[in-house]
């Protein structure tokens, strides 16, 4: 395989070592589908998520990134928001011990000031309890829009350029990736959205700007390991250009 070749915010180190995002879409109809309540989609489709994350040094990701909760998905029930919330902390309470034996790195992204202070506080725990593991890099996006994270990057470093730390001309991509919620991350080689709906949805919008991109029917609870491994299989098969011409 012929992986990215590393982004300037990238660390050396990352370098030929897959980065997958996934668009986790379609628990609330697989749900609805079988006459369940949509958060019992939700439960299915966070045991898919660690039976992925299980799989990952198997099909070769090191690097794996969720889409779980957009800035846009308050708009939902409170019922379902309040739900996923609680299955969020479930999901880091019950992990734990099994993310440190597989050597899980787990961090969240997005703007963490709208949720419930005991589950920032959990957050930051787990971030400190798995900080050491290196086998698997495990980031989920919570309360996360791609135009959010650009604005809250912005004004961070609007107020280092007006406070000294930074000069106008020295900004550029790699400058700019750094205030990125996603600066410890390589670029995404591969972003999958799941459930059949093909569009982006706010999501990682600066770093995907040369990712290959599919677009599956498969809802996220029937989503397995091995239907990640075939769409790595075609993956392979892709050329990446990068906006020049292979020789």
Request: aromatic share 10%; net charge positive; proline share 4%.
């Amino acid at each position: 395989m012929t992986f990215d070749q590393p982004s300037q915010a990238e660390d050396p180190a990352h370098s030929n070592r897959l980065h997958v995002a996934v668009i986790m879409d379609g628990n609330g109809r697989w749900a609805t589908n079988r006459g369940w309540p949509r958060l019992v989609g939700h439960r299915k489709g966070a045991e898919r998520v660690r039976e992925l994350v299980d799989a990952c040094p198997n099909i070769g990701i090191k690097y794996l990134t969720l889409y779980a909760f957009s800035t846009e998905n308050w708009k939902r029930s409170t019922e379902e928001v309040m739900g996923l919330m609680s299955l969020f902390a479930r999901y880091v309470k019950r992990e734990a011990g099994r993310m440190n034996r597989e050597g899980v790195r787990l961090r969240i992204i997005g703007d963490r000031s709208r949720l419930d202070c005991k589950l920032r506080e959990l957050f930051d725990w787990i971030e400190r309890e798995t900080a050491g593991n290196d086998r698997v890099h495990l980031t989920v996006a919570v309360n996360y829009g791609g135009r959010d994270e650009i604005r809250r990057a912005t004004q961070a470093m609007a107020r280092d350029v007006a406070a000294g730390k930074i000069e106008v001309e020295n900004v550029n991509d790699a400058s700019i990736s750094k205030y990125l919620d996603t600066h410890f991350l390589p670029d995404p080689d591969l972003v999958v959205r799941t459930s059949g709906e093909t569009r982006v949805s706010n999501f990682l919008l600066w770093q995907s700007a040369y990712s290959e991109y599919v677009f599956t029917p498969v809802l996220w609870p029937d989503f397995t390991p091995q239907t990640m491994n075939t769409i790595l299989q075609a993956f392979e098969q892709r050329e990446r250009r990068f906006g020049g011409v292979l020789k």
